[in-house]
C-alpha cells in the first residue's frame, strides 16, 4: 500500500463518516408508512390498523400487509423480490422498495418533522 | 497476400487478450449474482479486481474494455439487460472506469504519489456506489428516504473496494512479469 493509497482510504472514511453525521437519524418507532409510486403523491397509511393494501406500480400490482405496527412487501411483480427479502419494518426511517415496480414505502415517527427536513 | 478484409477480421494479440479476461470478469459477475444481499446496491464487486489488474497490467484502453464488456454481456447473461438493475450498474461503472482514468493519470502525471490497486480500488468503488446511487435518486426512486441508506453504502463501497483492492495487488504481486513484447497503450506493437 502506497501513501497516496492511505490518504485516499482516510479520506474516504471521512466521506463516509459526514455522510453519516448528514443521513443517520436515531431510530424511534414508527407508526405511520408513506407509500409511493414512481414520484407520484405519497400515501399516507397508519400502522395501527391491520390491513392488506394493493399498489399498482409500473409492472403490475404489489401487494403491502401491515400488522402489530409494521409493514411487509407480501408480493411484487418484480424478478429479485428485494423487497419482500427486506421482512417486516417498523422503525422510523425504515425504507424499502420495488425498484422495478417502483414502489417505494418509508416508515415514519410518531411527531417526527418530516423527512424532507433531513436534508442539511 | 491476405485480401485486407480478413487481416481485419483476425483478432491480434490485445483482442484475446481483453477477451479473455473479460470472460474472467463475466463469470465472477454472474457468481455475485446468484448471492443474495441484505441491503440492495451493495455486493462485493470482485470482478471489478479483474479491470484493476487490467488496468495495471495492460493499460486503460483494455481494463475500459474489460469493464464495459463485463457490464454488457454480464448482464445479459443475468437477464437484467435494459432493467433498473442494468442502468445502475452501467451509471456505476461508468463513472468508476472514468475515475480509474483519472487515477492513470495520476499515476503518470506523479510517480512520486503513485495509488497502487488498493487506493485505486477505493476510489472506483466510491464511484461506483455515487454513480448507482444517484441515478437511483434522480430516476427511479427520488424519495429522501433514500438518502439515510447513503452513510451504510458508502461505507460498503470503502469497506468491499479496500478488499477488492488488496485481492488484486496480492493476485498482481504473484502474476509473473510481462514480457517486453506486452501490450498495452504505452508499449510499442
Known amino acids: 500500500m502506497t501513501r497516496a493509497d492511505r490518504v485516499v482510504i482516510v479520506l474516504a472514511a471521512l466521506l463516509v463518516g459526514v455522510a453519516a453525521g448528514a443521513y443517520w437519524q436515531p431510530r424511534t418507532v414508527a407508526d405511520r408508512v408513506e407509500v409511493q409510486v414512481g414520484d407520484g403523491t405519497p400515501q399516507v397509511y397508519s400502522l395501527d390498523t391491520q390491513r392488506h393494501i394493493e399498489v399498482h406500480g409500473a409492472l403490475g400490482t404489489s401487494m403491502l400487509e401491515i400488522e402489530d405496527g409494521r409493514i411487509r412487501f407480501v408480493s411484487s411483480p418484480c424478478r429479485n423480490k428485494v423487497c419482500i427479502h427486506s421482512g417486516w419494518l417498523s422503525m422510523s426511517g425504515d425504507a424499502t422498495a420495488c425498484l422495478p415496480n417502483r414502489v417505494t414505502i418509508a416508515l415514519l415517527g410518531h411527531g417526527a418533522p418530516e423527512i424532507d427536513a433531513v436534508s442539511q | ?189
Open chain 2, 1 to 189: 497476400m491476405k485480401p485486407a478484409a480478413s487481416i481485419n477480421a483476425v483478432p491480434d494479440q490485445q483482442d484475446r487478450l481483453i477477451a479473455w479476461f473479460a470472460a474472467l470478469a463475466i463469470a465472477i459477475h454472474i457468481l455475485e449474482a446468484s448471492f443474495p444481499s441484505p441491503v440492495p446496491g451493495i455486493k462485493p464487486g470482485l470482478a471489478n479486481a479483474v479491470t484493476l489488474i487490467v488496468l495495471l497490467r495492460h493499460g486503460l484502453r483494455a481494463a475500459i474494455w474489460v469493464g464495459a464488456l463485463r457490464v454488457l454481456v454480464g448482464s445479459l447473461l443475468v437477464g437484467s439487460l435494459m432493467t433498473p438493475t442494468f442502468w445502475l450498474s452501467a451509471s456505476g461503472a461508468t463513472l468508476s472506469i472514468l475515475v480509474l482514468c483519472l487515477g492513470a493519470a495520476w499515476n503518470r502525471a506523479l510517480p512520486a504519489a503513485r495509488l497502487s490497486a488498493i487506493g485505486l480500488s477505493v476510489l472506483a468503488a466510491l464511484a461506483h456506489m455515487s454513480g448507482q446511487f444517484f441515478v437511483a435518486y434522480r430516476l427511479f426512486i427520488p424519495h429522501p428516504g433514500l438518502l439515510r441508506l447513503l452513510p451504510l453504502l458508502l461505507g460498503a463501497a470503502l469497506l468491499f473496494g479496500t478488499v477488492t483492492g488488496w485481492i488484486a495487488s496480492r493476485i498482481l504481486a504473484r502474476l509473473p512479469p510481462l514480457a517486453t513484447s506486452a501490450v498495452g497503450d504505452e508499449a510499442p506493437r
